[in-house]
Every structure is written in structure tokens, then in C-alpha cells.
């Protein structure tokens, strides 16, 4: 059965501060692997993608097979990332039927 | 483009009743997926519809149930109330096939089971 773990439930970082969002992932198959965010008040929002290999609002994330993990980072952290953030994975080929991460709360403090 | 929208946002319901929550997926997408978000967690899938069929299931019992409709709106009805059954009910729509991989996300429905 796939699962995937996010081990930190809160990360309170200084603005400027490099933040890393921890996630590990268990698939015997070949998965695809996103970041998800939530901010107050706003419905989940896709961040980013393995497979895009691109930086969003400075993040970045690269999938380690060998580790089984995707962990998410960002060297200079700003206020405006304070948010909910979920990792999530799916089945390729498989509709998207994503298994979720209990979720990393960020927090940027000033 | 109108994005997913999700209705009633608020609903609280008895415990044994029936609730119905509704979805209305994101202008060209066919496929519409639903999740239950219990309090601090991340959300569970629970069954996900493509071309008004069920396209997988996750580890819900068989009183959750859902449809979709011709125009790729779903509805996800809930038998039989649990206390347990609270939660935020996320409905996500997804382009056709080769279009791209991303779940759009509606702002989900609080249900309350008292």
C-alpha cells in the first residue's frame, strides 16, 4: 500500500531563514509526486510537481528514489509561505488518485 | 473559467441520517475525485468518478456512495451517520487524459455530525 509520511506537524522559521519540509514516501510502483498548499483561507492549490523539475515562489523539490523522499525547500523564507503544506502522491497512469501527507504547518515569523 | 465549487460549505446533520454534498467540476474536466479531510490531517481519498463511473476506491465503507452526471458534476452521498463522519469533504476535478496531471481543489464542505 502506497503512504506517505511528512514526520514535522509545525515549522516555525525567521524570515530569511532557509525552511525545509521533510516527506517520505512508500510505492513499490513508479510514483508521481506533488506539493500541495494551503494558505488561511484558501482552498488546496497544487505547488509543484517531480516531473515539472521547476522552482515555484522559490521552491524546489527533488524526488530521491534511493531515500524514497520528496522533500520540499527553500533557502530564503518569506512571510507571505506561511501556510499549510501537504505532500501528496499518485499511481502514474492512474488518475490522479493522490495519497496525502498529514501536513506541515509553516510558519514565518518577521 | 470557473473554478470547482462545492455547496452547502456548512451542514450539520443527526447521527444515522443521509447527507448529500455536491460538486461542480472546473469547466473541461471530466474526472472528479472526492477526499475526507478529518481535523489535522491530510485528506483521504475516497472514490474518484470518470465518465459518470466509479474509477477507483479508497478505504470507505460502502455507505459512502457517489455519482457523477453528464455534465461531470458529482454528488457524494453519505449513509447512516457516524460521529466519526465529521470532516472537511474536498472535491478535486482533473482535465481528460493527456491534459495535464493536476487536481483542482473546491473549498471544500464542513460536515458536522452530532
Known amino acids: 500500500a502506497q503512504r506517505v509520511t511528512q514526520p514535522e506537524k509545525l515549522l516555525s522559521v525567521f524570515k530569511g531563514a532557509p525552511v525545509e519540509l521533510k516527506c517520505n514516501y512508500s510505492?513499490?510502483?513508479?510514483?508521481?509526486l506533488f506539493w500541495y498548499v494551503q494558505y488561511s483561507r484558501q482552498r488546496l492549490q497544487l505547488l509543484l510537481r517531480?516531473?515539472s523539475r521547476e522552482s515555484i515562489k522559490g521552491f524546489t523539490a527533488d524526488l530521491n528514489k534511493g531515500e524514497t523522499s520528496f522533500h520540499l525547500k527553500k533557502p530564503f523564507a518569506q512571510e507571505e509561505d506561511s501556510a499549510m503544506y501537504y505532500c501528496?502522491?499518485?499511481?502514474?497512469?492512474?488518475?490522479?488518485?493522490?495519497?496525502f501527507g498529514g501536513g506541515t504547518r509553516v510558519l514565518v515569523k518577521p | 473559467e470557473t473554478g470547482v465549487t462545492q455547496s452547502p460549505t456548512h451542514l450539520i446533520k443527526t447521527r444515522g441520517q443521509q447527507v448529500t454534498l455536491r460538486c461542480s467540476s472546473q469547466?473541461?474536466?471530466?474526472?472528479v475525485s472526492w477526499y475526507q479531510q478529518a481535523l489535522g490531517q491530510g485528506p483521504q481519498f475516497i472514490f474518484q468518478?470518470?465518465?459518470?463511473?466509479?474509477?477507483g476506491r479508497g478505504n470507505f465503507p460502502p455507505r459512502f456512495s457517489g455519482l457523477q452526471f453528464p455534465n461531470y458534476s458529482s454528488e457524494l452521498n453519505v449513509n447512516a451517520l457516524e460521529l466519526d463522519d465529521s470532516a472537511l469533504y474536498l472535491c478535486?476535478?482533473?482535465?481528460?487524459?493527456?491534459?495535464?496531471?493536476?487536481?483542482?481543489f473546491g473549498q471544500g464542505t464542513r460536515l458536522t455530525v452530532v
Open positions: 478535486a476535478s482533473s482535465p481528460p487524459k493527456g491534459k495535464g496531471t493536476e487536481a483542482f
Open positions: 510505492y513499490s510502483g513508479s510514483p508521481e
Open positions: 517531480h516531473i
Open positions: 501528496a502522491l499518485s499511481q502514474k497512469a492512474a488518475g490522479n488518485k493522490l495519497t
Open positions: 469547466s473541461g474536466h471530466n474526472t
Open positions: 468518478y470518470y465518465r459518470e463511473e466509479e474509477n
